[in-house]
Every structure is written in C-alpha cells, then in structure tokens.
C-alpha cells in the first residue's frame, strides 16, 4: 500500500499551469480567490502540511508554525521575505526559499521608470490634464528635474541596484553608491558607480533611489534627519520596502518644500496608503508592482515551486532547493529526523 502524500498549501491564486506541477509530487491545497489571511487562518492552514508556497502578505512566525508538527518548507514567492520569521523556521528545520535574479532586470525597469515619471512629474502631469486644467500651453508648466547629467544615489548595491546603475550610464549620470559592504572595483567599473557614505549619498544626489533589504536595523533609516541631508530639489524613489522610510516625516518633507518629488511603489502599512501622501500632488504612487510583468511574475511562481519540490526531497533536485535562504534548516532538520528515529527505534 502506496504511503500518503505529503500536503502543501498554495496561500493565493497564482498560475494554475506552473503551481499544477505540485500535483505531480504531493497532495495540494490550493486556494481560488485572493485571500486576506487572520494569523489563526495560517496556522490552521499549515496545521496537516510538510511544505507552503506563500505570498508577502503572509506573515509567518512561531504563532502561526506552533502546531505544524510536519512542516518542512515555507516557498515564498519574492526576492524580500520579511514576512517570515527566519530566525524561529531556522530553528524549527524548517526550509525558507526566495526567488532571486528572476526578477532583477524586470525590477530595475521599473526602478527607472518610475524615477523617471517623478522626476518629470509625469503622473502629476496627467491628472493635471485629465482634470481639465490645459487651457493653454505655458512655458513654465510643471517643470521638472533633469535625469541625465545629473547624480543619482543608490542605497543598497545588490542585483536590482546594479541593473539601475547600469541604466543611469545611459543617461550620462554620475552614480554614487551606499551599501553594507563595498562591490569589487571591478563591478564598480562595469556599472560606471562610485562608493559613499549614506550621509554623502543623500547630501549629493539630485535623485535618490532604495533598493536595500529590509531588516529592523534599517527601519526608517530615511527618517526626518536623512531627508534633511538632501537638496530641496531632489526626488527620493522607493522599491525596497515600506519601512526603510518615515512616511510622516516624508510626507512633511514633501508638502513643506524640503524635498521636490517622491516615487513610492512600497508602504509601511500596505495595503493601506497614509492619507498624507495621497492628498500630495508631488509624489507618485504605485502598488508594489516593480516585479509585475508576466514573463517575470510567471518565472517568480516557477521558481517558487522548484524550491518547495526539492525542499521536500522531490524532483531532480532533491534535498537541494535552488534558492534556499536559511540553508542551515537542512542540516537541523536532518539532525531532527534523526533524533525522532531513533527514539522510535528504542
């Protein structure tokens, strides 16, 4: 008599093709419509399961694994993962994964753009038109910042931050850098970007952009002091993560002169946006969209799935998941294992 499948669990609806190759290797609980999700809810929907595909919208830490005796692997389908509580799956031998690089290039546009769009006021612009305000062309109409020529700051070097350097080259900027540990010259020199302090990044740009993880030690880093550094003519751009930034403090900023324009695509209480940043005309807003191209979000799901496979020691490459970002889980949770053998055993 064949043993029963291990179950997983799909948190959210994502492409029914990619998330089907789960059926080939376990028993799927899948979920059709696009849930919000109580901290009990995860916690029971993990209760019976050795392994999860999950969103950013799920938070999972010791409340929610506490009675998921058999669970294994947590795949989280995005390059962040603050939504999980490392540390505590660590512990427990329970394998996190990411899905890195996937996204990076298709980030990076977006990145570019939507500096871009605030620099130039482009959706201010728009709703300026919409509203029916052009009555006659003016020279002086919603003038904006330059791009090219300019010095654009970048706060966090990794992958995403790279590929916007690399873009700024083509607009002729000068590139300045802050990360936790400086890149080898030689990638320095391919993305045309110079190494600086936070303080000389946010003093010396004209255009600012976050690509930096976050973590609690970097929250609201760009707190009232930080923005206080930069010229009343410069643009701040976020695609990290919500928290990196004051959003009081910014939208002080914005509304008082002190700075000229933002670009958010991420919030600190997403999905809800403060109501000082929608009633201002200076910032752009976005929703947490960067990655959101289909080739990308597809390859985001594949990934994904390749992870909780192996993860769960199926597939080619079991027991190795691509993109693990506690690897140590492995090796505890193979110490786990065999703890409980052999206590079976005797």
């Known amino acids: 008599m064949a043993e029963p499948r291990s179950r997983v669990w799909v948190s959210q609806p994502l492409f029914d093709d990619i998330v089907g190759r789960l059926a080939a290797h376990f028993d799927v609980q899948s979920t059709d419509e696009v849930t919000e999700y109580a901290p009990q809810a995860?916690?029971?929907a993990l209760r019976?399961?050795?392994?999860?595909?999950?969103?950013?919208?799920?938070r999972i830490g010791p409340q929610e694994i506490a009675a998921a005796s058999q669970l294994r692997a947590i795949a989280?389908?995005?390059?962040?993962?603050?939504?999980?509580?490392?540390?505590?799956?660590?512990?427990?031998?329970?394998?996190?994964?990411?899905?890195?690089?996937?996204?990076?290039?298709?980030?990076?546009?977006?990145?570019?753009?939507?500096l871009m769009a605030t620099a130039r006021r482009i959706t201010e612009a728009e709703r300026w038109l919409r509203d029916g305000h052009w009555q006659q062309w003016s020279f002086?109409?919603?003038?904006?910042?330059?791009?090219?020529?300019?010095?654009?700051?970048?706060?966090?070097?990794?992958?995403?931050?790279?590929?916007?350097a690399r873009r700024a080259r083509g607009f002729d900027m000068r590139v300045l850098y802050h990360n936790r540990s400086r890149l080898p010259d030689v990638v320095e020199q391919e993305c045309g970007a110079a190494y600086a302090s936070f303080d000389d990044v946010f003093a010396q740009a004209d255009h600012v952009v976050l690509v930096l993880p976050y973590s609690p030690q970097v929250h609201h880093l760009v707190d009232a002091a930080a923005l206080a550094k930069m010229?009343?003519?410069?643009?701040l751009v976020n695609i990290a993560r919500g928290g990196i930034v004051d959003e009081i403090a910014l939208a002080?900023?914005?509304?008082?002169?002190?700075?000229?324009?933002?670009?958010?695509?991420?919030?600190?209480?997403?999905?809800?946006?403060?109501?000082?940043?929608?009633?201002?005309?200076?910032?752009?807003?976005t929703p947490h969209?960067?990655?959101?191209?289909?080739?990308?979000?597809?390859?985001?799901?594949?990934?994904?799935?390749?992870?909780?496979?192996?993860?769960?020691?199926?597939?080619?490459?079991?027991?190795?998941?691509?993109?693990?970002?506690?690897?140590?889980?492995?090796?505890?949770?193979?110490?786990?294992?065999?703890?409980?053998?052999?206590?079976?055993?005797?």
Request: with cysteine; hydrophobic share 45%.
């Open 48 to 58: 019976d399961c050795a392994g999860a595909l999950v969103t950013l919208n799920e």
């Open 252 to 285: 002080d900023a914005l509304a008082n002169g002190r700075l000229a324009a933002a670009g958010l695509d991420v919030y600190e209480g997403e999905p809800v946006v403060r109501p000082e940043l929608l009633a201002l005309r200076n910032v752009v807003l």
């Open 42 to 44: 995860i916690a029971d």
């Open 76 to 114: 989280n389908v995005g390059v962040g993962y603050n939504n999980l509580d490392v540390a505590t799956l660590t512990q427990a031998g329970i394998v996190a994964t990411n899905t890195p690089d996937v996204l990076t290039e298709t980030t990076a546009d977006f990145g570019f753009a939507l």
């Open 231 to 235: 010229k009343p003519t410069a643009t």
């Open 140 to 164: 002086g109409t919603l003038l904006g910042a330059d791009l090219h020529g300019s010095t654009l700051g970048i706060v966090g070097m990794g992958r995403i931050g790279q590929g916007i």
């Open 289 to 346: 969209i960067a990655s959101a191209s289909l080739a990308t979000r597809r390859a985001m799901v594949s990934l994904a799935v390749d992870n909780l496979i192996a993860a769960l020691g199926q597939g080619p490459d079991a027991g190795y998941p691509p993109t693990p970002v506690n690897p140590d889980a492995l090796a505890i949770a193979a110490s786990i294992k065999t703890t409980i053998a052999k206590r079976q055993g005797a």
